[in-house]
């Protein structure tokens, strides 16, 4: 089983900035990709950006490129969302997945952070 714990969430005026870690544990070896979706009240969760295993391939929704940088640490374990200029539309729960090969493709996913961006 594989674990995700999100942090860095919190309260920004917009044009703000704020970056998000999700640290990955358990059985990571046979990792696709982690990526990062977004859920406001109401609302359907929605893509926001992915990385690759390799590290070398990134994908971003369209509403945040150009603001937002998806990367990975060195011992692949650990993603992160660096978020700038900010805008009250970003405002949701941010939750990062882990999509795993082990036994067919898996997604595990965080608990989530908050993330609230004032006008």
């Known amino acids: 089983q594989v674990q995700l714990v999100e942090s860095g969430g919190g309260l920004v005026h917009t044009g703000g900035s704020l970056t998000l870690s999700c640290a990955a544990s358990g059985r990571t070896f046979n990792t696709y990709t982690m990526g990062w979706f977004r859920q406001a009240p109401g609302k359907e969760r929605e893509f926001v950006a992915v990385?690759?295993?390799?590290?070398?391939?990134?994908y971003y929704a369209d509403s945040v490129k150009g603001r937002f940088t998806i990367s990975r640490d060195n011992a692949k374990n650990t993603v992160y969302l660096q978020m700038n200029n900010l805008k009250p539309e970003d405002t949701a729960i941010y939750y990062c997945?882990?999509?795993?090969?082990?036994?067919?493709?898996?997604?595990?996913w965080g608990q989530g952070t908050q993330v609230t961006v004032s006008s």
């Open positions: 990385i690759s295993w390799s590290g070398y391939t990134t």
């Open positions: 997945k882990l999509r795993s090969g082990s036994q067919g493709p898996t997604d595990y």
